[in-house]
């Protein structure tokens, strides 16, 4: 691939990096990315990849910008309020960098579309904010063979883990979702905005490890912090045996729509 | 093993050693670039930066035009 | 007797059931928390039956996936 002047400039802090270098910033030219979830995950890693020049970027939600996400939500901006938050999206990510094509999917992830949309991909990151669709994408993914990022927040704590074939996958850690009611969904609104920022942007790290082969995935461990404390932990996991999708006999072997919790229906 | 030359005496810091690296990734192992660089930042950076990076500095020259010089790099 | 909880070290006076850990460590959600014991995922129906032991390694790990609610 031949860079011209200008992303030689745009990309020279990449190329300069003896783990990336020119071949590195060719394979993320070349690399296809969904985002499942423009929001407060999703933003700082649709920034990141778009900065680094993620040739193909695949954004799915089916919400439109509320004024409340704006606390977190960094992609979108005041007069963006009302519009689909996946075209909100692809303005900024299209001014950042017009290298970067931006396949938008203004709906929801479900298990009917799941395969379709994933096949496209080289890597999944998981930005949604609901227990169901990070099951469905661990589910798809893992059936599918599709390396990905899990990543959650909550509160003042975020945690990320990244599955290849072969790892440990979200639900070798939680076998199932947590039933709607069981875990108050309304008191899990609050969220320190800046906390979305830190782990977004630790899931584009990995992205951009995955591809370019730097460093150590956090495949096989779970990175977890809480923000009060600014203490971050590792804890190694692997693959569980008796893990209902990808363990020694599986049980889900079809695509799950969970329901979803009460306040989560009313968006 | 083949010679390539590179100018970079208009560039600044830290174009020069990217340019260096872009030229270098097009080159076959042993190939030889003769890179062409002025004195003060170049010429501090770049040799250094290709040794830390794993390319073989064989030599540093001075030109005949004041402040010029070029490194030869092994890839 | 001395055991590991999410890479702490913690007193623990005798051998203990997992239920009565979480319990101990006032766990949140603890009718969620899902628990390596020793590098291994323990079922949740096997908790009251699973001992923790001298030295043993114990991680509670939680839900997060909330956050984006409209009220």
Redesign the interface.
């Known amino acids: 691939m031949d ?1 011209n002047e200008e992303q ?2 745009r990309y ?2 990449h ?2 990096l ?1 783990d990336v ?3 590195g910033q060719e394979k993320i030219c070349n690399a296809r990315v969904l985002i499942v979830g423009a ?2 995950l999703g933003a700082p890693i649709a920034f990141y990849l778009a900065a680094a020049g993620i040739g193909t970027i695949g954004l799915i939600d089916g919400d439109t910008v ?1 004024l ?2 704006l606390q ?1 939500q960094i992609i979108h901006f005041t007069e963006d309020v009302n519009k689909p938050k996946v075209l909100s999206a692809k303005e900024k990510i299209e001014r950042l960098n017009p290298d970067v094509k931006v396949i938008t999917y203004h709906k929801l992830f479900t298990s009917e579309n799941a395969f379709d949309i994933i096949k496209d991909y080289d890597f999944v990151v998981d930005g ?4 169901p669709v ?1 099951f469905l994408i661990n589910d798809a993914c893992v059936l599918a063979g599709k390396p990905f990022s899990h990543g ?3 509160r003042f ?3 990320t883990l990244t599955y290849k074939p072969g790892t440990a996958c979200y639900r ?4 199932a979702p ?1 039933p709607p009611g ?2 108050p ?2 008191s ?2 609050g ?1 320190l905005g800046a906390i ?1 920022g830190m782990l977004g942007t630790i899931q584009a790290a990995e992205v951009l490890k995955y591809f370019t082969g730097a460093g150590d995935l956090l495949t096989n461990r ?1 990175l ?1 912090f809480n923000a009060k404390s600014m203490e971050f ?1 590792t ?4 693959p ?1 045996s ?1 893990c209902p999708v990808c363990g020694k006999h599986p049980t889900v072997t079809t695509l799950i729509d969970y329901e979803q919790a009460v ?2 229906i ?2 | 093993m083949a010679n390539y030359n590179l100018d970079i005496t208009h560039e600044h810091c ?2 020069t ?3 260096t ?2 030229e270098l ?1 097009k080159l076959k192992s042993g190939d030889i670039l003769n890179v062409r660089l002025t004195e003060g930042e170049p010429l501090q950076n770049v040799p250094k930066s290709a040794v ?3 390319y073989n500095v064989l030599s540093i020259v001075e030109t005949e035009t004041k402040g010029v010089h070029i490194v030869v790099i092994q890839k | 007797m001395a055991i590991t909880v ?2 702490k070290s913690q007193d623990v006076g005798a051998p203990v059931s997992l239920t009565e850990l979480i319990r101990q460590n006032n766990v949140a ?1 603890p ?2 928390v ?1 628990v ?1 014991l020793n ?3 323990v ?2 129906e096997n908790y009251d039956a699973t001992t923790v032991n001298d030295g043993d390694e114990v ?1 509670f ?11």
């Open positions: 860079f030689i400039q020279s802090r190329i300069l003896q270098g020119v071949e929001g407060g509320d409340s996400n977190r949604t904010d609901n227990f990070k959650g927040i909550l704590d975020g945690q070798c850690l939680f076998h947590p069981a875990v969904t309304c899990q609104a969220v979305a779970l977890s932990r804890i190694n996991v692997h569980n008796n306040c989560e009313k968006r | 830290p174009m050693f990217v340019k690296k872009i990734a830390e990076q794993g | 999410n890479g959600q009718d969620m899902s390596q590098g291994e995922f079922l949740r991680d790990l939680y839900f997060m996936g909330g956050g984006s609610v409209s009220l």
